[in-house]
Structure formats: structure tokens, C-alpha cells
């Protein structure tokens, strides 16, 4: 199944939005109705909260008193931790259940308003995050009359920044524009994206650039989008994996690209990799099969024999992913490093590669014919590279990042 993870600030739209994908046919688990259940009347969570707090905290026909509680826990950050050790298991909980009683094909939309403060965005193969700017969201907020317009003001601010939520978001819908227009920006992302990539995940299909071949600008994004899926990738690779990296052409600010995201992934053997893959699948990363291994060419000075890999693509339709994954330490995982790290630092280097780029882009039409020509620039850049990292004293990190 897919696990689309849905947030957005108080008074965005969020809510609208989990009703138009379940009304398209997500399963939208509501982690706010989740906090509700997990303390209703005759509860376990109810009864801890009461043994915790006492029975201020309930109202006189035995439910939660939710504005004594909320006086206790917000002015006292010691007492809000002692209410989450109670709610939040039972929520995760419930969560989970929920989760598992979807059919497997589902598209399960997980309405979480903390997502971006609890940096949950690694656990979801899509974050989906709703937009309104702080006038308008304050403004729905006081009319609704649930809150005067300072206390309005006063909880938009206090959570996530705009900034801290575009780092976090894959799908930004901006509700700025009136209701059909949300409900069309929600229509094309269930049919373009979330429906095929649910399609994708369970068929173990990857997303591939067209043969045709398109150079595109540097895109100032690319670091937040490797970024996101990296840590997906760390997540599912677990204690298997030593660090998930961005890579290539789009690792380099400034540099031309065919608009695809290199990820390395370093293992301490193939063996390993090989024992990741359904994991990638599962998070969103199937692996590509085709050649009985996939190798990387050996550069003229380099000892002889094969530099075998594993390759994995992502199955969202909207992001061709390549995800390399290497022997930490051996020389395809260490020259990928090299050769991102001296065109960060050398823009002379830099800009001859965006060169060599454009006038083979000019002249190969096809992603192929264009990747094989590139080939003896990075003969000679293989030395330059090690000439580089000589005078410097580079040496590729640990972690590699």
C-alpha cells in the first residue's frame, strides 16, 4: 500500500483535503480523532489520564475535561511530556491497526498535524503538505469563533515555519484560490500521482527518464528532494545500510542535468544490498533488474576488474530516483564522491563539464547515445579528479555525505 502522510498549519485546509482523497478512495487515518478516541468516556487511556492528573481534569459527566487539561499541560512542558507517554502509544497504537486492516492496494493517507515539528516525513513514500498564508489562515480561524484572533495568531506561530514545511513537502497545495480550485489541484494529484504510484509500489515498477533527452537548468531544489529521500532510504535500510548520499549532476549547485535524483546508498557488501532490496521496494525503491549485476566502467588508471553495484529506481511517477548502492569504500562508492566533491569546490571544473554537457546535448538526441558520449570527458576527469584530491587532502567521510 501507499502511506501518503498529510499535514499542513492550523486553518490551511488540511481537513478539506483528507475529505476529497477519501472521497476519491483513501483510507485517511485522522490522528487527531485518534487523540479523541483513545481518551473517550470508559477508556484505558481516560483512566490513566485521570490517575495521572486527578479528577480536575474531568468534566462532571466523567469525559476528559479537555480545557482543564489543556491548562496543566501547556503551561507545564513536564506535565504535557507525562500526557503524551499515556496518549501517544496508544494513538501509534491504534495507528498501526488501522494501517493493517487496509486493503493492499490502498492509498492510506495518514492526517497528521505535527508531521513536519515530529520529523515523521521519512516513514511515508509521499508528504503531502496544505498552504495558506498566516493573514488568511488567522482570519478562518477567528471566524470561525472557536478563538479570538490573538489566540489565533498566537498558535499559528507557534508551529512550523513555511520554510520548515516546503523542506518537508513532496506535493505542496496551495489553498489560496477558492474551493474548486483545491478540489481540481486534489483531482490531479490523486489520478497523476498518488493512483500510479500506489501502482508502481506494488507491481515493483520504477519511474524512467524518456530516451528523448532533456538538459534542464539547475533546479535550486534538488538538494531538499535528495534530501527527503535519503532519509527514506536510511530509514528502510536500517543497522544494513552506512548512509544514504546525494550524488551526480544534481549534487553539483549550478550544474545541467537531466532532472533525475543520484542517491548512494554504502554497504559493508553486496550481500547486504542484496538483503536490503525488498525493503527499498517497500518504501518506495524497487529494485532494477536486467543485467545479471549491474557494473560501473573502470576508469583508465584504476585496477582492473568490475565495480559492481546494485540499482534501485523509485516507483513516484513524478521523481525518476537512481539509487546506486556500493561497497562503502570501494572505488565506484569513493570516485562517485570524488568527482560530486571537486566540482562542488572547482568551478572552473565545474563549468567545463556544463560545457562538454550542452554541446553533447546538441548533439545526441537520446538519453543513451548522450550518456555513452560523456564518457571520455570522464576519462580525463578521472585524473584530474585524483590530482584534486592529491593537492587538497581530500578523503572521502565516513558516512560519506
Not at 114 to 124: D, F, S
Not at 193 to 204: A, K
Not at 280 to 287: C, S
Not at 371 to 397: L, M
Request: hydrophobic residues 45%; charged residues 30%.
Amino acid at each position: 500500500m501507499l502511506r501518503v502522510g498529510l499535514t499542513g498549519g492550523t486553518g490551511a485546509g488540511k481537513s478539506t483535503v483528507a475529505r476529497l482523497l477519501a472521497d476519491r478512495g483513501a483510507v485517511v487515518v485522522d490522528a487527531d480523532a485518534l487523540a479523541r478516541e483513545v481518551v473517550a468516556p470508559g477508556s484505558e487511556g481516560l483512566a490513566a489520564v485521570a490517575a495521572e492528573f486527578g479528577p480536575e481534569v474531568l468534566a462532571a459527566d466523567g469525559s476528559l475535561d479537555r480545557g482543564a487539561l489543556a491548562a496543566v499541560v501547556f503551561a507545564d512542558p513536564g506535565r504535557r511530556r507525562a500526557l503524551e507517554r499515556i496518549t501517544h502509544p496508544r494513538i501509534a497504537s491504534r495507528t498501526g491497526e488501522l494501517v493493517a486492516a487496509a486493503p493492499a492496494d490502498a492509498v492510506v493517507v495518514h492526517d497528521v498535524p505535527l508531521l513536519v515539528e515530529k520529523r515523521m516525513g521519512a516513514g511515508y513514500h509521499l508528504v503531502v503538505v496544505v498552504h495558506a498564508d498566516e493573514e488568511e489562515r488567522v482570519r478562518r480561524l477567528a471566524a470561525s469563533g472557536r478563538m479570538s484572533e490573538d489566540d489565533a495568531r498566537a498558535r499559528v506561530r507557534a508551529q512550523a515555519t513555511d520554510e520548515d514545511r516546503r523542506a518537508a513537502a513532496d506535493v505542496w497545495l496551495d489553498n489560496a484560490s477558492g474551493a474548486a480550485a483545491l478540489e481540481d489541484a486534489v483531482r490531479r494529484l490523486w489520478e497523476e500521482r498518488l493512483v500510479p504510484f500506489e501502482r508502481n509500489l506494488r507491481e515493483g515498477v520504477r519511474s524512467r527518464c524518456p530516451e528523448e533527452l532533456e538538459l534542464v537548468a539547475a533546479d535550486p531544489t534538488w538538494a531538499a528532494q535528495a534530501d527527503r529521500l535519503r532519509h527514506r532510504v536510511d530509514l528502510a535500510a536500517g543497522d544494513l545500510g552506512l548512509g544514504a548520499v546525494h550524488i551526480g549532476s544534481t549534487a553539483v549547485p549550478g550544474l545541467p542535468a537531466k532532472d533525475v535524483i543520484d542517491l548512494q546508498l554504502g554497504v559493508r557488501s553486496l550481500q547486504d544490498a542484496d538483503d536490503l532490496a525488498e525493503r527499498l521496494a517497500e518504501a518506495g525503491f524497487p529494485r532494477v533488474e536486467g543485467p545479471a549485476r549491474w557494473v560501473d566502467a573502470p576508469k583508465p588508471e584504476a585496477a582492473t576488474g568490475e565495480w559492481p553495484k546494485r540499482l534501485h529506481g523509485s516507483a513516484d511517477p513524478s521523481r525518476v530516483v537512481h539509487l546506486h548502492v556500493r561497497e562503502a569504500g570501494g572505488p565506484g562508492w569513493t570516485f562517485a564522491l570524488l568527482f560530486r566533491d571537486w566540482l562542488r569546490a572547482d568551478p572552473a571544473a565545474r563549468d567545463e563539464y556544463a560545457a562538454e554537457k550542452v554541446r553533447l546535448a546538441a548533439r545526441h538526441a537520446l538519453t543513451s547515445d548522450y550518456a555513452a558520449a560523456k564518457g571520455p570527458w570522464f576519462d580525463v576527469a578521472w585524473e584530474r579528479a585524483h590530482e584534486w584530491a592529491a593537492r587538497t587532502g581530500w578523503r572521502p567521510p565516513a558516512s560519506g555525505g
